[in-house]
Each structure stands twice: as structure tokens, then as C-alpha cells.
Nanobody
């Protein structure tokens, strides 16, 4: 059973930065991809960023391009989300997502990010 554990959320002023981390356990081989989604109160969960394990291609939502950077850690199946120039509209619960081919998607428990204006 795969477990994804996020960390790094918190309260920050607008214009500030946070770095989220996600570590997966329970699989010994590399994921196909890992990414981040977020869900604000009263809204649908939305895609934020993804990185493909083989090759390192990255993809971002338009709303975070140029401000957020997704990267892989040195440890297997770890991923980071560096969030700069944060805005109040970035306030949400951020979820780590892992995709292993042939398996359903795996999700972390979420970490709260609150950006104060």
C-alpha cells in the first residue's frame, strides 16, 4: 500500500514563500509521475503542477506558472513544490498525488496553505 505524506504548509503573508514536501512509501520502484493538486473551501480540487519521473518534464496550471516550481528530491519518490509570490487566492489544502502505471492514483492527506492579505 502506497502512502504519501505531505509537509511544509502553514500561514504566510502575501508575497511570501513556502516549500511543500511529499514523500511516498510502500513502493520500491519509481512512480510514473508525482504532482500537486489543491482545494479551496467551496471549490473543486484543481491541478497545480506535475513532474514526470522519467525525463523530468514539468507541467503547471496557468494560475501558478512563473511562481511555483515542482522538483524531485534525491530520495526515490519524493517531490517538492516551491511556492513564491504567494497570493491570497493560493489559500487551499494542497494534496500530493502519485501515479504508478497500472494502479489507481494515490493521494496524501493534504496540508493547509493559508496566505494572508
Amino acid at each position: 500500500q502506497v502512502q504519501l505524506v505531505e509537509s511544509g504548509g502553514g500561514l504566510v503573508q502575501a508575497g511570501g514563500s513556502l516549500r511543500l514536501s511529499c514523500a511516498a512509501s510502500g513502493r520500491t520502484f519509481s512512480s510514473y509521475s508525482m504532482g500537486w493538486f489543491r482545494q479551496a473551501p467551496g471549490k473543486e480540487r484543481e491541478f497545480v503542477a506535475r513532474i514526470i519521473s522519467s525525463g523530468g518534464n514539468t507541467y503547471y496550471a496557468d494560475s501558478v506558472k512563473g511562481r511555483f516550481t515542482i522538483s524531485r528530491g534525491k530520495a526515490e519518490n519524493t517531490v517538492f513544490l516551491q511556492m513564491n509570490s504567494l497570493k491570497p487566492e493560493d489559500t487551499a489544502v494542497y494534496y500530493c498525488n502519485g501515479v504508478w502505471l497500472g494502479s489507481p492514483d494515490y493521494w496524501g492527506q493534504g496540508t493547509q496553505v493559508t496566505v494572508a492579505s
